[in-house]
């Protein structure tokens, strides 16, 4: 049996107004839920965490964004304990995405089924371009019924989604896409301004700067009658510079 969902469903993500507390997403079809934890404040994970489920502890993404991952599970003791325990073991990771099963407080993920979805996000990151794996071998995940595995499929696309979501591509983008896949922001040089050729500059009687329809050096006749013009919508240009009176 194979369960294919069409569409992602709906991410629901919970921000704290204290920087320090971990971001809270869960799916909307009530399966998944992940909490998204800073290494600095791994120990602020609260005891309802500690239960079964997978985790991915996250590298920072590089230039490229390439990032490296690891995949684990944790059955007894849960999850807490086990991040809390990965703090000593590993000092690679800045981030990491716990899953476990959110729908009924009273029901969690069995041992079976954390490691069923182990195995298959170390599948899912080890197919993807951008990532790369620190596990030294593919998680052994306990062999699961029909109805269950099409069950925890329904973790695998929103998985997905919150990692794209956090700045964790896992396939590079296509340079043929209509926007060129190239980056959103792109730096252009300024172009030299092309040469004027040298000639006498204009100089307003106003002090304002240059200006061709002013005379230069004019007489207060020369100005009242060029003022009269430039008023009526008449706009000559001072063509001879050394004739000062010239229209």
């Not at 969902?5 to 920087?19: E, I, Q, T």
């Not at 230039?63 to 684990?72: I, K, L, S, T």
């Not at 092309?194 to 020369?222: C, D, I, K």
Request: contains cysteine; charged residues 25%.
């Amino acid at each position: 049996m194979c369960a294919v969902r069409l569409a992602p469903p709906p991410l629901v993500v919970g921000l704290s107004y204290d920087l320090n507390d971990p971001i809270k997403i869960r799916a909307k079809h009530k399966v998944a839920g992940m909490l998204l934890l800073d290494r600095d404040h791994a120990n602020r994970l609260e005891g309802g965490w500690n239960v079964p489920g997978a985790y991915i502890l996250l590298d920072r993404p590089d230039a490229d964004g390439r990032w490296g991952a690891y995949v684990g599970k944790a059955t007894n003791p849960g999850l807490r304990q086990r991040v809390l325990q990965q703090l000593k073991d590993r000092d690679h990771w800045y981030r990491a995405l716990l899953i476990r099963y959110e729908s009924n407080d009273d029901e969690t993920l069995n041992s079976s089924e954390a490691g069923w979805l182990e195995g298959r996000l170390y599948d899912h990151l080890a197919g993807a371009r951008q990532v790369t794996l620190h596990n030294r071998n593919r998680p052994q995940d306990l062999t699961l019924s029909d109805d269950d595995e099409t069950g925890l499929i329904d973790y695998l696309l929103p998985i997905e989604c919150v990692l794209r979501l956090i700045g964790h591509a896992l396939h590079p983008r296509n340079p043929k896409a209509p926007d060129g896949g190239g980056p959103l922001v792109e730096v252009l040089e300024d172009e030299p301004a092309p040469a004027r050729e040298a000639s006498e500059p204009y100089l307003s009687v106003f002090g304002y700067g240059p200006n061709p329809y002013l005379l230069q050096n004019p007489t207060p006749q020369a100005l009242q009658q060029r003022i009269a013009l430039i008023k009526a919508g008449k706009h000559p240009r001072v063509v001879d510079t050394d004739s000062p009176t010239t229209m």
